[in-house]
């Protein structure tokens, strides 16, 4: 097994299960639908996404991320995503999303 910084395999960075029945679970994925982050590890973090804010039945702050495509736009997009917010991670202090959304291209 090799460290995965000195392989140039990317297998990996994403898979997409095409035996899952709910995909595609997000509508306006761009490249490949990438599964890995099907639970996104920023759900209790600060991120870019275009999540709405609710309270669930035992009163607790969440965040709704059905508009979210981001852990999921491609295999190598994804992951260089989800890297990036999680090298200085900042624990969301459960406001609405107040940085404005942009639609990147990615690169795959
Ligand atoms: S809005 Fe997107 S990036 Fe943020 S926690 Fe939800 S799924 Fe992850």
Redesign the pocket.
């Known amino acids: 097994m090799q460290p995965k910084d000195s392989t140039n395999n990317e297998g990996f960075k994403g898979f997409t299960n095409h035996d899952c029945p709910f995909l595609p679970c997000h509508e306006g994925v761009r490249g490949d639908f990438n599964c890995l982050f099907c639970y996104?590890p920023?759900?209790a973090y600060e991120?870019?996404?275009?999540?709405d804010v609710f309270t669930d039945k035992n009163g607790i702050t969440r965040?709704d991320?059905s508009d979210?495509t981001?852990?999921h736009n491609g295999y190598r997009g994804a992951w260089n995503f989800i890297q990036k917010w999680l090298l200085k991670p900042v624990v969301w202090n459960g406001q609405p999303q107040t940085r404005k959304y942009r639609i990147k291209p990615v690169k795959d």
């Open positions: 996104c920023l759900i991120c870019p996404g275009p999540y965040k991320c979210c981001l852990p």
